[in-house]
């Protein structure tokens, strides 16, 4: 177990809806970052958070959101899903002060 | 950016030989290369990972190796085990201060045969 908690672990949505992602990062952690993982593109990074502001930006679809709150836990939104967008979504978490980082279960993604 | 590319993209072995996976890197500045293995609906854990004053690191039947100067690494298991079987992940970094976010490699699918 890394301490990473990702909810909801599924979610089956339909095209042109909006889901929330919500991850709790390990104790103490002050960065998060979100990743997405789909059969063809590998883990491709999507956003990093540190302690509540955005710090860098990967490649994020604009109809994607994040944010980090004040109790540093995140939420990625997805909107106006699209088919293509149904993939695995990570959470990571990392220490203030060091590059590694740890990762939650993933929330699994299905836009039918 | 950074781009890590790796090789092979799958892998099979018998049980009790060795595995070694191979990542490049693009940029001299990633001082920080970890591995991750993710096993079947989890996500990735590390495995081990070393940081580029180190040439070699050690962690039972793993090991890495970096090259800084060819802008290489790669991982080791020797005495593979039905276990191990999984997808690995190598990534790379830069220092702390910089958007530490890691460039992961492609993935590599390793297969152990009993």
């Known amino acids: 177990d890394s301490g990473v908690t990702q909810t909801p672990k599924h979610l089956i949505t339909a095209t042109g809806q909006r889901v929330t992602l919500r991850c709790s990062p390990r104790?103490?952690?002050?960065?998060v970052y979100w990743y997405q993982q789909s059969l063809d593109q590998g883990l491709q990074f999507l956003i990093q958070?540190?302690?509540?502001?955005?710090?860098a930006k990967g490649n994020i679809l604009e109809r994607f959101s994040a944010q980090q709150f004040p109790d540093l836990h995140s939420e990625l939104n997805l909107s106006s899903l699209e088919l293509g967008d149904s993939a695995l979504y990570f959470c990571?978490?990392?220490?203030?002060?060091?590059?590694?980082?740890?990762f939650g279960e993933g929330s699994w993604l299905t836009v039918v | 950016g950074e781009n890590v590319e790796q090789h092979p993209s799958t892998l099979s072995v018998q049980e009790g030989d060795s595995a070694v996976i191979k990542c490049t890197y693009s940029?001299?500045?990633?001082?920080?290369f970890p591995w991750y293995k993710q096993e079947l609906g989890k996500g990735p854990q590390l495995i081990i990972d070393?940081?580029?004053?180190?040439g070699e690191k050690k962690d039972q039947r793993i090991a890495v190796t970096l090259n800084k100067t060819a802008k290489h690494f790669s991982l080791h298991i020797t005495e593979t085990q039905p276990e191990d079987s999984a997808v690995y992940f190598c990534?790379?970094?830069?220092?702390?201060?910089?958007?530490?976010?890691?460039?992961f490699g492609s993935g590599t699918q390793l297969t152990v045969l009993p």
């Open positions: 990534a790379a970094s830069k220092p702390p201060g910089s958007a530490r976010q890691l460039t």
């Open positions: 958070y540190y302690n509540g502001e955005e710090r």
């Open positions: 940029d001299s500045a990633s001082n920080y």
């Open positions: 990571a978490s990392g220490e203030s002060s060091g590059n590694t980082i740890y």
């Open positions: 104790s103490g952690d002050l960065s």
């Open positions: 070393i940081r580029s004053n180190v």
